[in-house]
Each structure stands twice: as structure tokens, then as C-alpha cells.
């Protein structure tokens, strides 16, 4: 069992940055891929992007292509994401996702954190 803790959420005003925080209950980063979704209200969650576990890998979402990273730390076992120049668009609630099999933008991911929120004021 995988626990998944994320951290690094608020307010922030547009063209700001945040960066979140994913930490992990065992060391799964070698062998796992590590990715982030989000939520806003009334919407259904929606791939942001991911860290394969092949290569370290990375992939993102149109959307945030270009202003997102993932980044990971092993010896913390934690897995960022650095949001810069933040839009209105990009409030929701975010989630982090871990999984040894899966390599998608789909939310068929094993294990979930709680979410935290990410609100970005015009």
C-alpha cells in the first residue's frame, strides 16, 4: 500500500508560480510512474502530466505544456510539480497518482493523494 501526501497548494494571483508537493510513504519512484491531475468544480479530472517510470520521462498536457515541471527527489521521496505563470484556468483542485503498471493520461491510477487546492485569483 502506497500512501501519497501532497502539499504546496494556495492562492496565487495570475502569471505567479506554486510549486506542489508530492511525498510518498515508500520508495516507489524507480519503479513507478508519477503523475498529477486536476479537478475543478463541476469538471471531470483531467491529466496534467507524468514522470514515466521508464527513463524518468516526461509528458504534459497541452494545456500546461511549457509552464509546468515534474521533477522528483529519491532521498525525500517526493515528487514535484513547479507551476509557473499560472492562469485563472488552472484553478482546481490537484492531484498526484502513482502507479507501477500504468504509463497514462487516463486517472487509472492505483494510488491517489487527498488533492490539494490551487486557486488562481485574475
Known amino acids: 500500500q502506497v500512501q501519497l501526501v501532497e502539499s504546496g497548494g494556495g492562492l496565487v494571483q495570475a502569471g505567479g508560480s506554486l510549486r506542489l508537493s508530492c511525498a510518498a510513504s515508500?520508495?516507489?519512484?524507480?519503479?513507478?510512474?508519477m503523475a498529477w491531475f486536476r479537478q475543478a468544480p463541476g469538471k471531470e479530472r483531467e491529466f496534467v502530466g507524468y514522470m514515466s517510470k521508464i527513463a524518468d520521462r516526461t509528458y504534459f498536457a497541452d494545456s500546461v505544456k511549457g509552464r509546468f515541471t515534474i521533477s522528483k527527489d529519491n532521498a525525500k521521496n517526493t515528487v514535484y510539480l513547479q507551476m509557473n505563470n499560472l492562469k485563472p484556468g488552472d484553478t482546481a483542485v490537484y492531484y498526484c497518482?502513482?502507479?507501477?503498471?500504468?504509463?497514462?493520461?487516463?486517472?487509472?491510477?492505483?494510488?491517489w493523494g487527498q488533492g490539494t487546492q490551487v486557486t488562481v485569483s485574475s
Open positions: 497518482a502513482v502507479d507501477p503498471k500504468t504509463i497514462a493520461t487516463i486517472p487509472n491510477y492505483g494510488y
Open positions: 515508500a520508495h516507489t519512484f524507480s519503479s513507478y510512474t
